[in-house]
Each structure stands twice: as C-alpha cells, then as structure tokens.
C-alpha cells in the first residue's frame, strides 16, 4: 500500500493551528472577519459556502453571509463589494463562483481589493505570486503544496507534471511548484503525448477535470500523485481524475477522494483570511 496523504488530518492541523492563532489576535483586540457572497442558490455552492461557514466559526473568524437573488445585477454585486472594500471591519472579500451569466466574473474578481482578496483570484494577486511577491494565493493549490510538505515530500529539484491549466488550480500549481525549485511541465487537452509526459512525473497533480483518466499507463513507478478531481459518479459515489484502484500499488504516494486535496482549499482560505487580518 502507498503512503496515503491525509487532507483531513492535515487540513484539521492547520484548523487548529488558525483557532490557536486567532485566540491570540482576539487577545490583542484584533479580530478576523470573512464576508461570503453568493449569488442565486446553486445546491453544490449553497454545500461550499455553508462548509465555509462552518470552517469560519471554528477557527474563530467571523463570517458575514450574503446571499443574493438569481435576478442580482452587476451593478448592485459591484456596489456591495465596495462597501465591503470599504468596511475596516470585513478582512476578506469571497465571491461564490460560478456566477450567473449576466454577470461577468472576471469584473467582479478584479473589483474586490487585492488586500481583501482571499481566494487569490485577483489579477494583482496572480500577478504578485508569478514575480515571486508576497500575496493571496488561491486555496486549492496552496493546499497540495501544504500536503506535499507536511507528509515529508520533498520538491526540489523533483520532476513535477500539472495535468491542467486553469487559472484557479493548473497554472498557481504550476507557480508554486517552480518557487518550491521543482522542473515543472504544464500539460493539457491539446497536448499531445500526455501519457508520456505524465510517466516522467515524480510528482503529478491531476487537475484536468475528468473522472478516473489517470490509470496506471499515466504514473511512473513510485510517483507521487495529487488528485485534484472531484465528480460523482453514477451511484453518487465521489472520485477523482486518477483511477486511485488502478494507480495505487504502483504509487508511493497519493491523495485519496474524498479526504485528500479536497479538504485542504478551506484550511488555506481559512489561512488566507488570518493573514489578511494581520497584514
Ligand atoms: N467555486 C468553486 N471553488 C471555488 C473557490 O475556491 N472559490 C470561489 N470563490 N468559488 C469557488
């Protein structure tokens, strides 16, 4: 059996270490304050924006929650993100995404301060993270990196391949595993010998969006593989990208779904809203 890499004890660590944190700020009368925003009521964001809540009340921070109409315009989302800028009160700025389609994403991202700007979505924050500059960077894969250092797997100089290049998780992965000074290799839907690629990995994170694509044929002897996937399938069981039965004995290490990447995007926003409020 491979090392599995535990999300949920490791997330539940740095939760503890935030509340331990925050107790303290408390103590020296600052306090830590997240607004969540979501837009219409999409059940899978209605789950995350509740389990948001919940991470919140745990660590100590308080969280404001607005939850808007389907009929929201752009210009009253825009003008309640800048009462938000405004308020010194509110240290993070959440935008539940996806948005409905009347209202551009990318806008309302770039409204919401770069000081308050607590997914790392931002394009100063994107910008910041790919110079090497101190800021917000998005949760998901901060998080891997977190599970990457704290189960003792070394980066340096390691071959790391990134399944993916979305702007959320592919390419701030592929960032940060340049900054930890891994030979990282991005790869996605048009590239052509993925198979190949992937097999020079030691480390491969799977972010492509495709449930149990990764099969054996994909990972190279004693790889370690992060699995960033997240779907259903047809008996509402939850998998990832990688064919974790498949995979698992020729692995040395790899992240379980659930209980894997999953997670740890929490525990990093949470993170990311204790430095926002100490900055
Ligand atoms: N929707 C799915 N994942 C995320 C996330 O990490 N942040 C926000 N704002 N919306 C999401």
């Known amino acids: ?165 979305s702007n959320i998780v592919g390419k701030p992965m592929s960032i940060l595993l340049l900054r930890e000074n891994g030979t990282v290799t991005v790869t996605h839907s048009r590239t052509r010998n993925l198979r190949e690629t992937a097999k020079r990995a030691d480390i491969l994170v799977a972010a492509l969006g495709k449930p149990k694509f990764i099969t054996r044929d994909y990972v190279k002897d004693g790889a370690v593989v992060i699995d960033v996937g997240m779907h259903r399938n047809t008996e509402n069981k939850l998998c990832g990208d990688v064919d974790f039965e498949d995979v698992k004995d020729k692995v040395s290490a790899i992240t379980p779904v659930p209980g894997g990447v999953g997670p740890m995007t929490i525990a990093m926003l949470m993170y990311n809203c204790v430095r926002a409020a100490t900055k």
């Not at 009253?76 to 409905?100: F, R």
């Not at 500059?133 to 599970?147: D, K, M, N």
Request: aromatic letters at 4%.
């Open 1 to 165: 059996m491979p090392q599995l890499i535990d999300g949920k004890k490791i997330s539940a660590e740095i939760k503890d270490e935030l509340k331990e944190k925050v107790r303290k700020l408390k103590e020296d009368g600052v306090s830590v304050c997240l607004a969540v925003i979501q837009v219409g009521n999409d059940p899978a964001s209605s789950i995350y924006v509740n389990n948001k809540k919940k991470a919140c009340a745990y660590v100590g921070i308080e969280s404001l929650a607005y939850e808007l109409p389907e009929e929201t315009t752009q210009k009253e989302l825009v003008a309640l993100i800048e009462k938000l800028n405004a308020d010194s009160k509110v240290n993070g700025i959440l935008v539940q995404l996806p948005l409905p389609g009347h209202i551009n994403a990318d806008a309302i991202i770039r409204t919401i301060s770069p000081d308050k700007d607590v997914d790392g979505f931002h394009p100063e924050s994107v910008g910041r993270l790919c110079i090497g500059e101190e800021g917000f960077v998005s949760c998901t894969p901060a998080g891997v990196i977190q599970l990457l250092k704290r189960s003792g797997i070394e980066i340096e100089g390691k071959e790391c391949v990134v399944i993916g290049r």
